[in-house]
């Protein structure tokens, strides 16, 4: 298996190249633009792709902002937007996704299980400018409708 590599090219206005990440895995895209030096987000829906941007199979990155070799101050946000095919039926509704701040994280991912979500959690600390107390979840990503299977996790942001 290889190893992915990117290599963060500063320009001297001091401006790094961004890493094209099209028809990568969404682990592939997150190590090749967090080691370029930029933040990363993920749209689980490829919302916002140019109606031309070729379909790379379900699951990798279909398109990316800003466009790949453009130059961005470091640490800019690279948003990228995921093929997902799914039947609209598996949706978990964003007014539900909503509830879930202010439980406990055992409680918002037993409320997510509850509610047919069989994907995957990640759990990071909540660096927002509103108080959040020890292990209670204080914001969700994705913060709109999600599949019930999706292919990537829900982010719970809870008080350190």
């Known amino acids: 298996m290889g190893m992915l590599v990117a290599t963060a090219l500063v320009w001297a ?12 895995t969404v682990a ?3 190590a090749i633009v967090k080691q370029a030096g930029f933040v990363y987000e993920v749209t689980p829906f490829d919302v916002g792709c140019d109606a031309s ?31 997902q095919d799914f039947d609209d039926s598996g949706l978990i509704r964003a007014k539900e996704l909503a509830t879930l701040i202010g439980l406990t994280v055992d409680a918002a991912k037993q409320k997510l299980r509850d509610l047919g979500y069989k994907g995957d959690f990640d759990v990071e600390a909540y660096d927002g400018r509103d108080p959040c107390q020890k292990g209670i979840v204080c914001k969700v ?20």
């Open 28 to 30: 592939e895209a997150n």
């Open 13 to 24: 206005d001091g401006k790094l190249k961004v890493p094209d990440v099209r028809g990568k």
């Open 53 to 83: 941007a070729p379909k790379h199979g379900n699951g990798t990155i279909r398109c990316q902002s800003p466009d790949p070799g453009s130059l961005a101050d470091k640490h800019a946000m690279v948003r990228v937007a995921i093929q």
């Open 141 to 160: 990503e994705p913060d709109r409708d999600l599949d019930k299977k999706p292919l990537i996790p829900v982010i719970l942001y809870a008080g350190r």
